[in-house]
Structures are given as C-alpha cells and as structure tokens.
C-alpha cells in the first residue's frame, strides 16, 4: 500500500461517516426498520466511493492491486470498530448476528475499491497502448 496512513485515515472515515448517520437516523430503527436497513449500506457505499475515489485519483500505477488492499483494510477497520462497540455496552451483540445484521455490509468496501481499481488498471493499459514510444 504506498500510502498507509492516508488509506488508514480515510477507512476511519468510512467507518465514522456512516456511524454519524445511523446515530441521526437511529430512532428510525425501531420504527421503520427496512428504511433503516435499506439507507445504512447506501451511506457506506457513497463514503466508499468518495474516500477510494480521493485515495484511487493520485495513484500512477497498480491500481487493481491498490484497490484490493484498500477495500480490505477498510473492511478490518470497520469490523474491528464495530466489535468493540457491539461486543458489549448497551449495543451488545453476539458475533454471528452483528455479521447478519451489519458485518455482511462491509464486504461492499473490497468489492467496490476492486471494481474501481480493475477499472482504472484497463484505462490505464489502454492509454499506454495508445501513447506513442518517445522517440
């Protein structure tokens, strides 16, 4: 990973933004559960798609492989978060439904960070077939 520390700021980030949103909409989990199931996974995917597009945008080179690195290191910085909190506390779950209910979520983080990344990695040997050699 060539930039650790940003990509570890950034999986903070994608963490803490949907976690600020549910906290807003929690009320909305016992009222209108479905609503509440079905907005949490869009917040996650936005902040994942805006965090691997700032992070993906400065890459030169091994995007698909960039990509793949990032999608999992923000899936274990989601995961590890969220099991401190829901570990116990008045949150408390066991570990086989905090991944029914929310853990399943996370692995959009790889999934979108890879797509992205193969897609700029087939741009890019596009683009170098098109340059011409320096003469």
Request: with cysteine; glycine share 6%; hydrophobic share 60%.
């Amino acid at each position: 990973m060539r930039h650790f520390i940003k990509a570890f700021l950034y999986g903070l980030a994608v963490w803490a933004v949907p976690f600020i949103i549910a906290m807003l909409i929690f009320p909305l989990r016992e009222t209108e559960r479905p609503l509440f199931e079905s907005i949490m996974p869009v917040a996650v995917a936005l902040c994942v798609v805006i965090f691997a597009v700032l992070y993906l945008k400065n890459l030169e080179m091994n995007f698909l492989s960039e990509g793949i690195r990032l999608g999992i290191l923000w899936f274990i910085i989601s995961i590890a978060i969220d099991l401190l909190l829901f570990s116990w506390g008045p949150m408390q779950m066991n570990f086989e439904d905090y991944m029914k209910d929310i853990g399943i979520t996370y692995l959009m983080m790889p999934v979108i960070t890879m797509g992205m990344g193969w897609l700029e990695e087939i741009r890019f040997k596009k683009f170098i077939k098109w340059v011409p050699p320096a003469k």
